[in-house]
């Protein structure tokens, strides 16, 4: 059984209390969309990815982030932030007790679930950790690279003891050695500009596209870097609104309204952009965008669901795909929930802090936006 350390757990339900309402209120001010009545044709609830995230016990019981990689011998490493373990009873409560880590992996292989951490002593601890002990990460996506596996991490810190005291302070990037899975470095990576890259990364032609958010100005803005395929390390170029600079201030908007995590992914012919429709506060709703390019420019935005579980109370957020899993042309896509002002409502209801699974129909996506073209 895995202890608990009650003061971390404390805190660590502060920061995240408090990031889950900076991402929420980020647009407080914006007229709210009407919702595409169709949307029920696009996507449904995936059941057998939403029972494989009822766990139990050992290791993994609840978290957010949900984003994966696929590895090169058929695994999938799930990168999860603040991450709940222990025990959860047949009527969904939790102990009191249960330990909680800012972060933490679990590799997938079929239907087997493994829960990577570190320990101290006795202590489950972070997978990731800064050097720094007021210091803590959050993992954006990863890509493999050769015989590692490259890991961007947020990292954020405590500026005093309430629910707002603290911020994001930088990018770093982990290197993970394959198939083993251990961890072998964490250097940083490029922040000078303020923006938290890294939230999504893709492959195409001959570079990584690396996918970032900026949250100084509402609604947030997508911004995108790229490097060479092989060296995710850089040097990076930045792209400008009509160019690439290798100057990191010359990054523009590829697009506006997006959430602080989203998910880009290229099918066929187009690059579609997943993420909760960040124009809105307290947005339940997951709209898709496509273009002919990775920067853009995005037709859209197309309603693709509505999560259900949301009220008053419960949130939806994180959007993020997973194409290794895709089936006929229907993607998997998750969101994760939580609970906006009330920590110990993760205790009596662990059905909240679980990820959520649909499928989307891409097919139907494309014919809804080629229909808009016409």
Known sequence: MLKANSNIRCRSFTALLGFLLV???SACCLQVPVPDSGHQQISAPASGFNRLFERRGDGWTGGDGTVSVLLPDGRTVWLFGDTLLGSVSADDTRPVDTPFVRNSLMVQNGALMETRLRFAGEEPAAFFAPSSADQWFWPGHGIVDGDQLG?????FELTGSGLWDWRWVGNDLASVSLPSLALTGIQPAPSENGIMYGVCLLKADAYVYIYGTADRNHPKEAHLARAPAGRIHGPWSYFSGSSWSDQPTASRSILDGVSTQYSVI????YFYLFTMDGRTAFSNIIVVYRAAEPHGPWQGPLTVYQ?????TRVAAYNPFAHPQFSEDNHLLLSYNLNHISDPNALYRDA???RPRFIRVDLSEVDRRFDTDRK
């Open 307 to 311: 999560a259900p579980e949301t009220n």
């Open 151 to 155: 890991i961007f991490l947020h990292r």
């Open 266 to 269: 290229q099918a066929g012919r």
């Open 23 to 25: 991402l929420l209120f």
């Open 351 to 353: 059905s909240i802090y």
